[in-house]
């Protein structure tokens, strides 16, 4: 007899997407269950560049020093093909020395790592993945799924309310849902990507060369001995990825013979998959990361983007097991399949300039794109502010800055970000009387010592700025109408878990 188990929210694939997702539901305390096929966590750097908003997410999960503690911020040299150095990853102007941008710069560290520290958060909280288990089949009624699970041999079946794939490009769960994956697979663009082992080689520096008709790379790796090594890979050309083969790529393309590959221990084929589902949502099954977009790497913003999707995606499911309308769940798609149209195009861009001009990416204006990610026009955006498309101002429906000098009861100074962690809802409140205790929601008094909090939001004297758990602006009264806020609230019966004040 096939073993069932019940849970809300089955997981299928734990890479960064399905981490975030698994730790956001368990923090909330929603029942789960999350799947991997693999029999253990997954080798390789893969996608190797965080930016500041997933930073901001971690932030949020109490796990951003750890990150942090194996990254190398950017910028970072890049040394040239005739030996000219030039900055990877510099960043803009237009972010230095801002308290509403806590992280201005993306960062470089192997996805292994990022899954590391999102293991351990969620082994704290009480959950872990089950290795080597995966998907077989599943059936969707509108009000739940059951799911065919195999693991070690023996199946089981797993009786969820939703099923949510964040199980890649090769997605199972979007395949079986019918949900179609529109876009191209170049074959004529492949690169050859793996984690090596270099001797001859400083640390210090990104390298970059290029040949007439090829490039490569050699990232150094935070936190590992090791470096990622990129080159294209021509059409037609049978890849091998053993080491002397790597070794004669990089001689080739660089015209260096002092620079020797001593190992490695993971390698791989890229593909240039630039492809998008054409709905998140099917039912009780949703596809977050990889599985509803795949991305150029020349964007640097797959995993990224993955992780937005899980804290987008959680809070919902959340709110929804704790008796918010389950129309709620519509906006998923609505906010976060825009998001990923935009990136495509933008990856799509910078992989045309990738091929066209043989050279690796700089990411100069990257780390601006996921800050500036928006849900104006989303249902839950409301404000009583003029303006809505000067993008100037600050509006319901944007992310949610940050500040420092907010002087709260106790007469300490915090940081904006510092209060509204957690994963809970956030009521700032810019007038002089103390609001009412309005449940589930933290009132925080925005006593604003240096100014930042009021360069952010810009506020009046009775502005009201309701902030998603997600960090995002569900609310702004200027005119500091409370009713407005509440009325939000009970529309979609948000009443989660109970009051605190800052």
Known sequence: MTETTTTTVLIVGAGPTGLTLACQLARRGVPFEIIEASEGPQAGSRGKGLQPRSLEIFEDLGIVKKVLAHAQVMPMDAIAPDGSSRRVGEVPDSLLNRPDVPYPASVITPEWRVEESLRTLLG????????????????????EVVATVTRGGAQESIRARWLVGSDGGHSVVRKQSGISFVGETRDDVRMLVADVAVEGLDRDSWHMWRSDDDMASLCPLPSTDLFQFQAGLAPGVEPDLGLASLQTVLERVSGRSDVHLVDAPWASVWRANIRLADRYRVGSVFLAGDAAHIHSPAGGQGMNTGIQDATNLAWKLAAVVGGADESLLETYDAERRPVAEH??????????????????????????????????????????????????????????????????????????????AGGSWSLLNFGAAPLPAIEGVRLIDAQDSDGSLAAAYAPTQTTLVLIRPDGYIAVISDAGDLGAVTAYLRDFDLTPSSPSRG
């Open 343 to 420: 990136v495509l195009a933008m990856s799509n861009e910078r992989l045309a300039s990738m091929i066209r001009d043989r050279v690796m990416p700089t990411r100069r204006d990257i780390s601006t794109i996921q800050l500036d990610i928006g849900y104006r026009d989303s249902a839950l955006a409301r404000d009583d502010r003029d303006g809505r498309n000067d993008s100037s101002t600050l509006r319901a429906g944007d992310r949610a800055p940050d500040a420092t000098g907010l002087t709260t009861r106790d007469g300490l100074t915090h940081r904006l970000f510092e209060l509204t």
């Open 124 to 143: 704290e909280l009480g959950g872990s993945v089950r290795f080597g288990s995966w998907l077989d089949s599943f059936v969707e009624s509108g009000q």
